[in-house]
T-cell receptor, first 115, second 113 residues
């Protein structure tokens, strides 16, 4: 079946340091995977951070970036300089639409940014 | 824009009890979903509904029923609550099942005594 594996947390970094959260996927039932990063900030609901639906493209939002690499089946999340307000749980997800409407999520990576 | 509301926010039940969780969306989305999240794990799909009165089983449907009587609402019933079902239940919606981006509600936290 389809699966997503991401960096196991918790991850702690200092403010202004760079960040990478790894995500790799296996899409056995999806012809054209769509890839997503969702985020849950403390006390808030799960919300979409960024998405990429075409292999080779990069998505970006709030200073975060992720590139959809079909060759390595990866979709790593990166930020050059984190802020304390980035502390949250980040989820990588795989979807395909059509008859396979569901999203397959990774387990989540809890990020704590120290000031 | 729109919003997804879930009720109740916290649900406490007894083992063996039948419990119902409700979800409403005002996006006018066709497709709605129920996911379960256990501590330290990703979200797992319980049921989804492509459109009003449609129901499709997800990976975790055993022990649950669902109902989609209106386009804007989607209910989930735990048919017999078990102690190992303490989890957060998330409702989501998308424009259609051809469009993968989903929007999520705040969740219902279930505790079984």
């Amino acid at each position: 079946g389809d699966s997503v594996t991401q960096t196991e947390g918790p991850v702690t970094v200092s403010e202004s340091e760079s960040l990478i959260i790894n995500c790799t996927y296996s899409a056995t039932s999806i012809a054209y995977p769509n890839l997503f990063w969702y985020v849950r900030y403390p006390g808030e609901g799960l919300q979409l951070l960024l998405k990429v639906i075409t292999a080779g493209q990069k998505g970006s939002s709030r200073g975060f970036e992720a590139t959809y690499n079909k060759e390595t089946t990866s979709f790593h999340l990166q930020k050059a300089s984190v802020q304390e307000s980035d502390s949250a749980v980040y989820y990588c997800a795989l979807g395909g639409g059509g008859s396979n409407a569901k999203l397959t999520f990774g387990k989540g990576t809890k990020l704590s940014v120290k000031s | 824009g729109g919003i997804i509301t879930q009720t109740p926010k916290f649900l406490i039940g007894q083992e063996g009890q039948k419990l119902t969780l409700k979800c409403q969306q005002n996006f006018n989305h066709d497709t709605m979903y129920w996911y379960r999240q256990d501590s330290g794990k990703g979200l797992r799909l319980i049921y989804y509904s492509i459109t009003e009165n449609d129901l499709q089983k997800g990976d975790l449907s055993e022990g649950y029923d669902a109902s989609r009587e209106k386009k804007s609402s989607f209910s989930l019933t735990v048919t017999s609550a078990q102690k190992n079902e303490m989890a957060v239940f998330l409702c989501a919606s998308s424009i259609s099942h051809f469009y993968a981006e989903q929007f999520f509600g705040p969740g219902t936290r279930l505790t079984v005594l």
